[in-house]
């Protein structure tokens, strides 16, 4: 296993980081805890966040309305506490999200729906009955979880697989390669068994105009 790790071209993206391949800015820092105070400010505001809704089951239009009046109310304090003391007011920009994040957000969000297209066309039908059972999978576990708890669970696997994945990469690799070689012998055992064995039409010649 020293000597699967060791080896550059094995890892994931051969020569690219994880922190290249997830966009080497802020999405990527707080994923892979670069910046530690703000990937632990998430976390604790996410969790705090499924603790009102879940445990203590708060209303999300009440929490809504409050939690804008606390924000309001700071702010008019601040603002106007800057005038009274001759200080500057609160800067906007701190609070915008940076246009490199939305751009990363978007390229990903574009190559994922390109790439289901590719899958649910059935141009790769290993890939497309791996999508399928693993959806058939999630389903049955959504029925036995909250919908709530479902986006917290995915959101504590985003905050720290990453991070994990990052120090034990070589590790994590080599067990995925033979993983992959079973899931390999599987798929041919299927395709021979259950796929060649599906009649399909002759093929017709098309028309030439």
């Known amino acids: 296993m020293s000597n699967y790790s060791s080896d550059p071209k094995r890892r994931v993206g051969h020569e690219k980081s994880l922190h290249a391949i997830l966009g080497e800015g802020t999405v990527a820092d707080i994923l892979l805890?670069?910046?530690?105070?703000?990937?632990?400010?998430?976390?604790?505001?996410?969790?705090?966040?499924?603790?009102?809704?879940?445990?203590?089951?708060?209303?999300?239009?009440?929490?809504?309305?409050?939690?804008?009046?606390?924000?309001m109310l700071v702010v008019f304090a601040w603002s106007n506490g800057a005038i009274i003391l001759d200080r500057n007011p609160p800067d906007l920009r701190g609070l915008t999200i940076p246009e490199s994040s939305l751009r990363w957000l978007l390229t990903k969000i574009n190559r994922f729906l390109l790439r289901f297209y590719d899958v649910a066309s059935g141009k790769d039908l290993k890939t497309f009955f791996l999508a399928i059972a693993f959806l058939w999978i999630f389903s049955g576990i959504g029925n036995n979880f909250s919908s709530l708890n479902l986006l917290y669970i995915g959101f504590l696997c985003l905050a720290t697989l990453p991070a994990l994945y990052e120090r034990?990469?070589?590790?994590?690799?080599?067990?995925?390669s033979i993983g992959n070689q079973d899931m390999e012998k599987l798929y041919k055992k299927f395709d021979a068994k259950v796929l060649n064995k599906i009649p399909r039409g002759p093929v017709k010649e098309r028309k030439r105009f």
Do not use: P
């Open 33 to 71: 805890w670069r910046n530690k105070n703000l990937s632990t400010a998430i976390l604790i505001g996410f969790t705090v966040i499924w603790f009102l809704f879940e445990v203590m089951e708060y209303n999300f239009v009440t929490l809504f309305c409050h939690v804008t009046m606390a924000v």
């Open 168 to 176: 034990y990469q070589g590790e994590v690799d080599y067990l995925a």
